[in-house]
């Protein structure tokens, strides 16, 4: 009896002492003791790896510890949600994809709109991309145009989820051809194998995924009117609208002064060199946004995908 | 190649690999705490670290969390993680049986084998069994599914009728949440937490470890503890020499581990119970399966481990991880500014091989580690059962809340385990419940998949052509009439 009374002594008098010790320098916007970064996908995904290339960089420029906590789950709709329903007071951040956020909160029950959010800024954005493997007949889109107009809707091609069939219907509009459409999700990890062992003739994905998969598949066409530095000689397609954004986001009413504190602390970040490069190198375009170009981006984006 | 080996074998790289494998002991060791989380929760801690040395504490971790998840397996009927749900199979029988010790030596020395195969097969045969990997689509993970799910037939005891019912409640379970092809919520009940489905861990901890904590409730006045704690003299010996005289149900556990492992989407889980299946249909004497054969731990063990550095092959080989521990390793290196991919061979080739002996290393070390550590395992048993229960209980509770921070995981927990606990009373074993959980997602997605491309180029070309797909059905179908004759042989004797 004694001995548990002595531990229970010993547990109390070092939780107390680690209380003390965390106590950090507080900002001057706000003071919050660290910042929880909600990351709504899997550990070693692209979110997961976004948040950890600005973690140091928000560390510094916000001067307490960026904690990532995963919750994952409904294509980001678990995650989403639980940043909706965290305090509004500037420590709590979650990565936002556009437009995955709108697309997923027309969902029933899913407990949240996009405009309920207090964007910050968007980091990168990355070019729809349509990629065959790297042993297919068709080396170039006008080859695989030709070679789905022999065989209307013989053809199959892969892409994400549910959304990425009105994308895929958008481009076969746009090409005059008639293919196949096979969902796949579970992350993009499962459509490259897929591709390199031409169970698919073709995929549709971000230029990020091509850049980094180059070695086992091959790009024809990259959706907008910009060139992929990564991604060299592959034509564009301007009618083709297919972009994904990434960005940071906080919960519903988080008051201005926060936002724009916390918008500081993201370009900042997002500014270093070596994140730039990593976008680069990893076939992203990178951006820097005040609040006011977040909102209207967003404003742009839901009003495109309204019903 | 040999390069790499003097760098693995180099002390800071043992250093930091040993501190993986033992942080990969405790892992395992608590249900609720999966290899894919220890990995993440450890990637931080490499920021500081040079590369090698970093992916080999990773590794360490990974390989080590695919013996100790043995360790609850046996002791307690809960798997550490999913990946050693097949090892309690005849594990947890043997504990009772007063063979711990055996069970747990065997789960650690058929780790250690599965992990130097494993690592061979990396450093030695990727290539080669990525050109066979990529033969896998939607239509053969389907039919891999199936084949998997044959197992029922020997786990369902007396009735195989509620075997295929509890898998079926299992799959359907697993099919909750947003559908994979299209933004469709199934049963999600308007709950957000649902959405996502309902998580792996938590379901598998509410199938074994609550209904044994009720067990262990209502029996308290008969039984005080789980199992009469025997110490066992000369066990190690004997057992690393019981297991080294099955050479042949070995090889095989571990090819089938390292190819299951090696296709990305299947993993460790699978591995297990697709080795434990044909370990039990190729053996002479099926009598002991589920009842305390050393040759089911065995099996599960060391094909469970054996993925694990399979599941690195298509990761340095094609870009794509084979599992999920395997993706936060990767997403590790793309931190650092590489690209894991077949491009590394040319950049970094000899970190590639380094990460290869580090895990075929780490084998060795588990192994050690293992036998140290596996006496005063064992010793849990002697904690009487009013005290084990609740510590049992309050793990659970833990484990099933810090997979995704959400207390709503520990309702569905609790909810599934007492569900479990009043079907067990009416005869279901929970082995097919948690089969369907583990190929609920393996089986459905792809089928759906596959029905889409056969929109284009017809059913019969995708789900009966090819001879990967013709191979697993075959074998489903072999599989299945191996039970179905045996069933009949046994009914016509009591006749």
Known sequence: MKISHLMKGITASVFGAAMLLTGTTANAAWDCKEVTFIVPYSPGGGSDQMARRLQPGLEEALGVSVNIVYKTGGGGAVGFSELHRSKPDGCTISNVVVPNVIISSKGEGVGYKPDDFAYIGMTESSAGTLMVPKDSPYKTIEAFIAGAKEKPGMLTVAGTGGSGADRWAQLAEVLGIEATYVPVSGGVGKMMPMLAGSHVDAAATGANHATKHSGIVDSILIAGSNEVSTLPGVPTEPDWNYVVTWGIMAPPGTPADYVEALNVALNSAASKPEVREALLKGGYVPHIQTVAEVNAFMADEIAKLAD | ?495
């Open chain 2, 1 to 495: 190649m040999i390069e790499a080996f003097f760098m693995a074998i180099s002390p800071s790289y043992l250093f930091y690999m040993t501190i993986g494998v033992l942080l990969g002991l405790v892992v395992g060791t608590l249900p609720g705490l999966t290899a894919t989380m220890g990995t993440a929760l450890l990637v931080p801690f490499t920021f500081g670290l040079p590369t090698g040395e970093g992916i080999a504490m990773l590794g360490g971790l990974y390989v080590c969390a695919m013996f100790s998840d043995a360790i609850p397996a046996c002791l307690v009927n809960t798997p550490g993680t999913p990946a050693a749900m097949a090892t309690g199979f005849d594990g947890h029988p043997m504990v009772k049986q007063g063979r711990g010790q055996e069970a747990i030596v065997a789960a650690c020395f058929g780790s250690a084998i599965g992990t130097v195969f494993g690592a061979i097969c990396y450093l030695l045969l990727a290539w080669p069994m990525i050109a066979i990997a990529l033969k896998f689509g939607p239509p053969q993970f389907f039919w891999l599914g199936i084949f998997a799910l044959t197992i029922i037939g020997s786990l369902a005891g007396d009735s195989i009728l509620k075997g295929l019912a509890g898998a079926a409640i299992g799959i359907m379970i697993s099919c909750i949440g947003i559908s994979h092809a299209a933004e469709v919520n199934r049963y999600t009940l308007n709950i957000p937490e649902l959405r996502g489905g309902v998580s792996l861990v938590a379901a598998l901890i509410g199938v074994f470890a609550v209904p044994q904590v009720l067990n262990m409730i209502l029996n308290l006045k008969k039984e005080e503890f789980v199992a009469e704690y025997k110490s066992e003299p000369g066990v190690i010996l004997s057992t690393i020499k019981k297991v080294i005289l099955t050479p042949i149900h070995n090889l095989r556990s571990a090819v089938i581990g390292a190819f299951i492992g090696i296709l990305p989407g299947a993993g460790s889980p699978i591995a297990a119970i697709v080795s434990y299946n044909e370990a039990l249909r190729w053996s002479k004497d099926k009598s002991q399966y589920g009842k305390g054969d050393i040759r089911g731990v065995t099996a599960s063990e060391i094909a469970n481990n054996a993925a694990a550095p399979a599941a690195m092959i298509p990761l340095v080989t094609l870009g794509v991880p084979g599992s999920a521990p395997a993706a936060v390793i990767a997403g590790a290196l793309m931190l650092r500014g590489l690209n894991p991919g077949p491009e590394l061979f040319a950049t970094d080739g000899s970190l590639v091989y380094s990460f290869g002996w580090s895990l075929l290393i780490a084998g060795i070390v588990v192994f050690f580690v293992g036998m140290f550590a596996t006496p005063l395992l064992t010793r849990i048993i002697k904690i009487p059962l009013r005290v084990l229960a609740p510590m049992i209980m309050f793990l659970a509770i833990i484990g099933a809340y810090a997979i995704r921070n959400n207390i709503f995981d520990v309702y569905l927990m609790l909810l599934i385990g007492v569900f479990v606990f009043l079907v067990r009373r009416i005869g279901f074993h929970p082995g097919p419940i948690g089969l369907g959980f583990i190929l609920g997602p393996i089986i459905e997605p792809n089928l759906v998949q596959a029905l889409y491309i056969s929109h284009a180029v017809g059913v019969q070309k995708v789900f009966f052509s090819g001879s990967v797909n013709l191979i697993l059905i075959s074998l489903s179908i072999l599989s299945v009439s191996a039970v179905a004759i045996s069933k009949f042989k046994s009914r016509n004797k009591t006749n």
